[in-house]
């Protein structure tokens, strides 16, 4: 289980009124504004060997995605290095984030549409993973 912060991309909705100077007058106004969100959150990872597979929380799987197992997405490219752990995952067909784990910081890094980075235990010096 890896801790730390992440972000999203969220679309919000905005009402309100506006001055209307060719009809001299307020009018109401909606629209559709997408923004960052950062909020705390964890992920779970599982490697064996050459398979891995990484767990998002609800909040950080987008609305359309590839489904997954049960909250679970296969990591692909997974390379498991002497010290550091890269691969990729496929959320959807626009968001495929990169993972990178510094295996002495237990520092973890997901990078795409879909943001995070936090930290897993550490184990003073030696390699977490």
Same mark, same amino acid.
């Given at each position: 289980?890896?801790?730390?912060?992440?972000? #999203?991309?969220?679309?919000?909705?905005?009402?309100?009124?506006?001055? #209307?100077?060719? =009809?001299? %007058?307020?009018?109401?106004?909606?629209?559709?504004?997408?923004?960052?969100?950062?909020?705390?959150?964890?992920?779970? $990872?599982?490697?064996h060997g050459?398979?891995?597979?990484?767990?998002?929380? !609800?909040?950080?799987?987008?609305?359309?995605?590839?489904?997954?197992?049960?909250?679970?997405?296969?990591?692909?490219? $997974? $390379?498991?290095?002497?010290?550091?752990? %890269?691969? %990729?995952?496929?959320?959807?067909?626009?968001?495929?984030? #990169?993972? !990178?784990?510094? %295996? !002495?910081?237990?520092?973890?890094? $997901?990078?795409?549409?879909?943001?995070? #980075?936090? =930290?897993c235990e550490?184990?003073?010096?030696? =390699?977490?993973?």
């Open positions: 289980v890896c801790f730390g912060q992440a972000e #999203n991309t969220q679309l919000e909705n905005r009402s309100g009124v506006e001055w #209307n100077s060719s =009809r001299h %007058r307020y009018e109401e106004k909606s629209e559709v504004v997408a923004g960052k969100h950062a909020f705390d959150s964890a992920v779970n $990872l599982s490697i050459e398979q891995g597979r990484i767990r998002l929380p !609800r909040q950080m799987i987008p609305p359309i995605h590839s489904g997954g197992s049960d909250g679970w997405w296969t990591i692909d490219d $997974l $390379l498991v290095g002497h010290n550091e752990i %890269r691969g %990729r995952f496929r959320l959807n067909g626009m968001n495929q984030p #990169n993972i !990178r784990i510094d %295996r !002495r910081s237990g520092v973890i890094t $997901l990078d795409g549409i879909l943001s995070f #980075n936090g =930290r550490q184990d003073s010096g030696h =390699r977490c993973f």
